[in-house]
């Protein structure tokens, strides 16, 4: 799987390379999810981790409605990180998850109780390994220790996450991401065609 998401990082790049992005995250196949998806291409470690996440998905899905998903890869060089962020608010009744491919017991910090989104700049990072923050009373913070071949899952319902710098020197962390979400509130002309449906 390691030699497959190295493979798609580089196709990503070459193809969506000079393309800005979101300009969010300190990698362009992340800052680029909505231009692929990861499980489009043709591989089949990546079609055997696909079906899996079907079968799953399949005894966890909390209703009848049709869901799609996007996904794709986070590939980050020692120092790097993904900051606070969220993913969907609750009404868009979404799942968020990622697979551990290579992450060395990285660890990825939720808040369950985040403030507006605006004012995630109270988050910080200390050194230890502990998520801190301004007024750390008033939100609940969880650490997920990944290790690799883990699959993480969860609703997503504006609760912001991150995952802490890097600190391995000679090969990146890599997971790849995925959002679930019903198709009442993808389809319009603002998204790209990136969505695959889960059945």
């Given amino acids: 799987m390691k030699k497959t998401c190295h493979g798609v990082h580089q196709m990503v790049n070459q193809r969506y390379?000079?393309?800005k992005g979101l300009n969010y995250y300190e990698n362009q196949t992340?800052?680029?999810f909505g231009n692929y998806n990861i499980f489009?291409?043709?591989s089949a470690p990546l079609h055997n981790l696909f079906r899996e996440l079907v079968t799953f998905w399949n005894q966890v899905k909390p209703d009848d409605d049709i869901y799609y998903m996007q996904s794709w890869l986070n590939i980050y060089?020692?120092?790097k990180s993904i900051g606070w962020h969220?993913?969907?608010t609750e009404k868009y009744h979404a799942w968020h998850g990622f697979f551990c491919v290579d992450v060395d017991v990285s660890k990825t910090s939720y808040c369950l109780s985040p403030p507006q989104y605006q004012e995630s700049k109270k988050f910080d990072y200390q050194y230890q390994g502990k998520p801190i923050l301004e007024y750390n009373e008033e939100y609940e913070i969880v650490?997920?220790?990944g290790r690799d071949n883990f699959l993480i899952m969860s609703r997503s319902a504006g609760?912001?996450?991150r995952n802490i710098p890097w600190k391995i020197q000679d090969r990146p962390r890599i997971t790849i991401a995925f959002d679930i979400v019903p198709g009442r509130h993808i389809f319009n002309?603002?998204?790209e065609n990136h969505w695959i449906p889960l059945i």
């Fill in 86 to 88: 969220y993913h969907w």
């Fill in 143 to 145: 650490d997920v220790v």
């Fill in 189 to 191: 002309e603002d998204w």
């Fill in 40 to 42: 489009l291409f043709s």
């Fill in 159 to 161: 609760d912001t996450h």
């Fill in 77 to 79: 060089d020692e120092s």
């Fill in 17 to 19: 390379g000079d393309q």
């Fill in 30 to 32: 992340t800052n680029l």
